[in-house]
């Protein structure tokens, strides 16, 4: 398919949902997806191959309604996070990029946008917790669903203990792992109760090899690590993905390094269930 009638596709998928059930038609409040006959569901279940086999848009079934499937991109920076976004929007994502200042993510949405992906920008402050809450409700309030939650944000502070001001652990703290634990949180309410979704964390190789030069990094980073391993089980069970990719490798924008961390992303997300980890390394 051309990048322009992928265009005109993705623009037409901002107007998801676009197929209802007859239990959708019939009732005023929400449905629930345990009263859809298996007729109905059939021929959502072959709407949705078409989708993606005819227009390269993956869509997904949500309260009765065919909507296209979101990643939500949490600190869209210029390496890591817009590669994975742009990785996932190459299979028919929705991608919603984030930064405390979505001005700066404008050039990139718009580069991605001249391909024919889905492309929204919002903005957050992982530093600030009820802004990382507000975001994932808006999110699914607008789509109705995050399909893949990825918390890519890290303060990148360079300092020992014994020169980083008091008045900072907290912050970094706040965004190295507590904003991440919250969106966690936020987000795996309503993917456990569909039972799917995918909660993807950006890890590092300071999480097993703390730097005295960058400790609350590294601290964070081994936060990251144990939250993944330490939901993964339990989440499991319930139809959630929750995984980590360790990067122990410096990484740049537009670089081999970043495409390659975006492809174990996608390789954790794509992955069937009897093979999920809640970890990978990269480089391997």
């Known amino acids: 398919m ?11 998928a901002r107007k998801l949902p676009v197929v209802a059930t007859a239990a959708n038609a019939s009732k005023s409040s929400k449905p629930s997806n345990d009263i859809i006959h298996a007729p109905y569901a ?29 990643f939500l991109s949490i600190g869209s920076g210029p390496g890591i996070g817009i590669a994975t976004a742009e990785r996932f929007a190459q299979e028919g994502f929705r991608v919603v990029l984030t930064s405390r200042d979505p001005a700066k993510l404008a050039e990139r ?15 957050v402050d992982a530093g600030n917790l009820p802004s990382v809450e ?10 109705g669903a995050v399909d893949v939650l990825h918390y890519n944000a890290a303060s990148m502070r360079s300092a020992s203990i014994e020169n980083q001001a008091s008045d900072t652990f907290v912050p970094d703290l706040t965004v190295n792992i507590g904003a991440a634990l919250v969106a966690t949180q936020t987000v795996a309410r309503t993917m456990l109760q569909r039972g799917n979704g995918t909660i993807l964390l950006t890890g590092g190789g300071f999480a097993l ?19 993944a391993h330490g939901v993964f089980e ?7 993905h929750v995984a980590t990719v360790t990067v ?37």
């Open 2 to 12: 051309t990048d322009g009638s992928r265009a005109s596709c993705s623009a037409a």
């Open 42 to 70: 059939l021929v959502i279940c072959i709407v949705a191959v078409l989708f993606r086999c005819v227009h390269g848009i993956r869509v997904g079934f949500y309260e009765g309604v065919l909507v296209m499937k979101t």
């Open 109 to 123: 949405a718009k580069q991605l946008e001249a391909k024919g992906y889905a492309v929204e920008v919002r903005a």
């Open 134 to 143: 507000a975001l994932i409700r808006a999110t699914e309030d607008e789509f």
């Open 209 to 227: 090899y703390p730097h005295p030069d960058y400790l609350s990094l590294s601290i964070g980073k081994a936060g990251i690590r144990n939250l």
């Open 234 to 240: 339990t989440f499991k069970e319930r139809g959630v």
């Open 248 to 284: 122990s490798t410096l990484v740049s924008a537009d670089s081999p390094e970043a495409r390659g961390i975006a492809q174990a992303f996608w390789d954790l997300h794509s992955a069937p269930r009897n093979e999920w980890k809640p970890e990978t390394t990269y480089p391997a």
